[in-house]
């Protein structure tokens, strides 16, 4: 018998009666099969409409090269990414059009931008994911980053964090939040340089976003800061493993709450003494790519040498 021809099962079903599997007539127990919601011992049919999980589209003419129509949802529009555009195509079809329908149809265009936005708040919400994908891409960061970054600017117009505040400001900050949520070593002084923002405005809207979001924001090794100074100082490879072991015998900032780049910036000098590479930077390059002080170099450089 091919009990799954008559009955077959979307998903595992609880043994247990609950409140969700209840029939509301008889209180008997509900069965959802591929066609319909059934009660087993009433027969009511709480549901019939068939759902189809199939395909969402279907292609006759070619098997193997098959696409979708319409771009995907995304965080980074405050629309979704689910309206529509009036193309700009001068040497396609609308090249062919009379004079007239051209201007209405750039009657049309410029309605369509106004009426991409229904309030003050989607306004806002378009100028600061318009921001933050500006920023992503010229750190060259990857979509799945700059869509967490949009979520987190969207949460935090949800909170009311912008009220009083620059949009660029907190779209930048949204950015350096993300960075410290995911790990990854970029500094204050690398998100501020691509901001509309001062550094001062985008520090504090950071402290905001940490503050009333909690974010989970842990402190960042200063190993991870390591190849990224050595890419941009034009060091070898084997300083970066002589800074690792120096680290490796140091004590992290974990533990001393210590800046982890001016951390991993004073072991990049102790390695590079230590080395016999011939120092080919100044400390005021490495404070600069570092975004510390020369002062903060000198001191967290003289105690890594002490623990060594």
Same mark, same amino acid.
């Given at each position: ?6 009955? %077959? ?5 609880s043994?247990?009666?609950?409140? +969700? ?9 509900? !069965?959802?099969?591929?066609?319909? !919601?059934?009660c087993?011992?009433? &027969? ?18 070619d098997?193997e090269?098959?696409?979708?129509t ?11 990414g689910?309206?529509? %555009? ?20 750039s ?7 106004? @009426?991409?936005?229904?309030?003050k ?15 992503? &891409?010229?750190? &060259? ?10 979520r ?5 117009? $949800?909170?009311?964090?912008?009220r ?13 939040? @993300?960075?410290?949520?995911? &790990? ?6 690398? #998100? ?12 504090? $809207?950071y ?34 493993? #002589?800074?690792? +072991?120096?680290?490796?015998?140091g004590? !992290?900032?974990?533990?001393? $709450?210590?800046?982890?780049? @001016? #951390?991993?910036? $004073?072991a ?6 230590? +080395? ?16 510390? +002080?020369?002062v ?6 003289? %105690? ?5």
């Amino acid at each position: 018998m091919q009990r799954a021809d008559v009955y %077959e099962r979307r998903y595992d079903e609880s043994t247990e009666q609950t409140e +969700s599997n209840t029939c509301p007539e008889c209180d008997g127990r509900v !069965t959802m099969t591929r066609a319909e !919601t059934v009660c087993d011992d009433c &027969g009511l049919v709480l549901a019939d409409g068939q759902v189809d999980t199939g395909a969402e589209w279907r292609n006759f003419e070619d098997t193997e090269n098959r696409a979708r129509t319409g771009a995907p949802r995304t965080p980074s529009r405050h629309d979704r990414g689910l309206s529509t %555009e009036i193309g700009w195509d001068s040497n396609g079809a609308n090249s062919q059009l009379p004079p007239r329908k051209r201007r209405q149809l750039s009657r049309l265009r410029r309605e369509q931008a106004r @009426a991409q936005h229904r309030n003050k708040r989607e306004r806002n919400e378009m100028h600061g994911l318009l921001e933050i994908r500006r920023m992503t &891409g010229a750190l &060259g960061f990857e979509n799945s980053f700059r869509d967490r970054a949009c979520r987190l600017f969207s949460t935090a117009q $949800g909170a009311n964090l912008l009220r009083g505040r620059s949009i660029e400001a907190i779209a930048a900050a949204s950015v350096y939040a @993300a960075c410290r949520c995911e &790990g990854r070593p970029q500094t204050l002084g690398d #998100v501020s340089r691509v901001a509309r923002a001062s550094r001062e405005k985008v520090k504090n $809207g950071y402290g905001v976003l940490n503050r009333e979001l909690e974010l989970p924001a842990a402190p960042i090794p200063p190993e991870q800061y390591l190849p990224r100074f050595v890419s941009e100082l034009g060091l070898s490879p084997g300083v970066e493993r #002589v800074a690792r +072991s120096v680290l490796d015998r140091g004590e !992290t900032p974990e533990t001393n $709450g210590s800046h982890p780049a @001016a #951390v991993a910036g $004073g072991a990049l000098l102790v390695a590079v003494q230590q +080395s016999a590479d011939a120092m080919r930077f100044t400390q005021a390059e490495l404070a600069e790519v570092a975004d510390v +002080s020369i002062v903060s170099l000198r001191r967290y450089r003289d %105690e890594l040498e002490a623990m060594v």
